[in-house]
Nanobody
Framework: QVQLVESGGGLVQPGGSLRLSCAAS????????MNWYRQAPGKERELVAT????????NYRDSVRGRFTISRDNAKNTVYLQMNSLKPEDTAVYYC?????????????WGQGTQVTVSS
């Protein structure tokens, strides 16, 4: 079965740091684009960061660029999101996402989410 399991969320103070992890199984992780999305209460889900299959290319939404870093370890089937200088507006449920295309089919998998709360 396909699984994406996020961990590492929690409560932190403004200016603090967290590292989220997403452990993947049940598909070819090393050939998948991996993404982190987030969704705050009352808002639409938004893309936070993306990383290509090899890890050589990344991109970020403007509001997190310079503070967040996405990375992956294909040997461990794990993608990470290092979040520094956290702000209250970063509070959201963070979701791990995998996208790929096989030639005959595409896939789009989601984790269950992990809560990040930034508050004094």
């Amino acid at each position: 079965q396909v699984q994406l399991v996020e961990s590492g969320g929690g409560l932190v103070q403004p200016g603090g740091s967290l590292r989220l992890s997403c452990a993947a199984s049940g598909f070819t992780f090393s050939r998948s684009v991996m993404n982190w999305y987030r969704q705050a209460p009352g808002k639409e889900r938004e893309l936070v960061a993306t990383i290509n299959s090899s890890g050589g290319r990344t991109n970020y939404r403007d509001s997190v660029r310079g503070r967040f870093t996405i990375s992956r370890d294909n040997a461990k089937n794990t993608v990470y999101l290092q979040m520094n200088s956290l702000k209250p507006e970063d509070t959201a449920v963070y979701y791990c996402n995998a996208k790929g295309f096989n030639f005959s089919f595409g896939y789009d998998y989601w984790g269950q989410g992990t809560q990040v709360t930034v508050s004094s």
